[in-house]
């Protein structure tokens, strides 16, 4: 059974930075597309960003964090990772970190994600 976990959530003022890491369990890891999602109170699971399987060279990203996040992957440690610069209140959610054991066209699309972690609360006050 693959394990994500989640890590680095916390309570932040506006304008500050985080690093999220997800570790996973399986060397297999490399072999997944990688995708970030959160979840607001009362709002729909959001696509955050993602990143092709083995190098990393293709990442994507949502349109209400792209410029201020980066994803990233180091396939030695088994771990994924999201850096999150100038956060805004409205970035408060669960953080949750899926792999994607199929196609990148699918990157977007958290149905196709087949494991998930339990996610980590990120908590951006204004």
């Known amino acids: 059974q693959v394990q994500l976990v989640e890590s680095g959530g916390g309570l932040v003022q506006a304008g500050d930075s985080l690093r999220l890491s997800c570790a996973a369990s399986?060397?297999?890891?490399?072999?997944?597309?990688m995708g970030w999602f959160r979840q607001a109170p009362g709002k729909e699971r959001e696509f955050v960003a993602g990143?092709?399987?083995?190098?990393?060279?293709?990442?994507i990203y949502g349109r209400s964090v792209e410029g201020r996040f980066t994803i990233s992957r180091d396939n030695a440690k088994n771990t994924l990772y999201l850096q999150m610069n100038n956060l805004m209140p409205e970035d408060t959610a669960v953080y949750y970190c899926?792999?994607?054991?199929?196609?990148?066209?699918?990157?977007?699309?958290?149905?196709?994600?087949?494991?998930w972690g339990p996610g980590t609360q990120v908590t951006v006050s204004s």
């Open positions: 899926a792999a994607l054991p199929g196609p990148w066209r699918y990157v977007r699309r958290s149905m196709y994600y087949r494991h």
């Open positions: 399986e060397r297999s890891f490399s072999a997944w597309v």
């Open positions: 990143i092709s399987e083995d190098s990393g060279e293709l990442t």
